[in-house]
């Protein structure tokens, strides 16, 4: 079966930095999302990685290891506003998106 | 520029009844697609359609149907509500399917079966 982990919950201090990790296991794979999402709100893009190796965006970072189906989303400088839910999401040998149940951060002054 | 729009933002139903999901998308996409959000689970696909006129089967389709007249609305039904479907129901678009686009997600319906 397809199946993509990441932990229920984190808690970082603001101005620190968090690591949020995915693990995934799919048939085939087409890449990889990292999506946020705001309590009551819709998931918003974050980023996409296809090949190896990290991309960065301002204070966020994703990284990819294709070889140990394995991701990691990489917030620096916490903000209060980076409290949300942090969903990953791979695209499967069909382009269909297979998400995980996401990550709560909690973020605290 | 609206994005993505869905109607009702909530909606608390008998079990048993009809109830039609809106959806309207206005950036020209070709793909849309449904999912629901259940806690502790991660989104999952229930309908999509790849392009005006074709609709296609997701991850937990049963009890649910869509139709795809035109570019812009996707409408999802549930033709005989029952308690597990009370769900957050999310309706997004991607300029095309069968590829790695972003999708675009609506503000979600709230939707309650009791």
């Known amino acids: 079966g397809q199946n993509i982990d990441q932990p229920t919950e984190m808690t970082a201090t603001e101005g620190a930095i968090v690591q949020i990790n995915c693990t995934y296991q799919?048939?085939?794979?087409?890449?990889l999302f990292w999506y946020q999402q705001h309590a009551g709100e819709a998931p918003t893009f974050l980023s996409y990685n296809v090949l190896d190796g990290l991309e960065e965006k301002g204070r966020f970072s994703s990284f990819l290891s294709r070889s140990k189906g394995y991701s990691y989303l990489l917030l620096k400088e916490l903000q209060m506003k980076d409290s949300a839910s942090y969903l990953c999401a791979v695209a499967d040998s069909n382009y269909q998106l297979i998400w995980g149940a996401g990550t709560k951060l909690i973020i605290k002054p | 520029i609206a994005g993505i729009t869905q109607a009702p933002t909530s909606q608390i139903l008998a079990a048993g009844r009809r109830m039609t999901l809106r959806c309207t998308q206005d950036m020209r996409h070709n793909a849309m697609y449904w999912y629901r959000q259940d806690l502790g689970l991660g989104l999952r696909l229930i309908h999509y359609?790849?392009?005006?006129?074709?609709?296609g089967k997701g991850e937990v389709p049963d009890g649910y149907s869509v139709s795809r007249a035109n570019t812009d609305d996707f409408p999802l039904t549930l033709a005989s509500a029952v308690p597990s479907q009370t769900s957050v129901y999310f309706c997004?678009?991607?300029?095309?399917?069968?590829?790695?686009?972003?999708?675009?997600f609506g503000p979600g319906t709230r939707l309650t079966v009791l």
């Open positions: 799919t048939s085939g794979f087409n890449g």
């Open positions: 359609s790849n392009t005006a006129g074709t609709t």
């Open positions: 997004a678009s991607s300029e095309f399917s069968g590829s790695t686009d972003t999708q675009y």
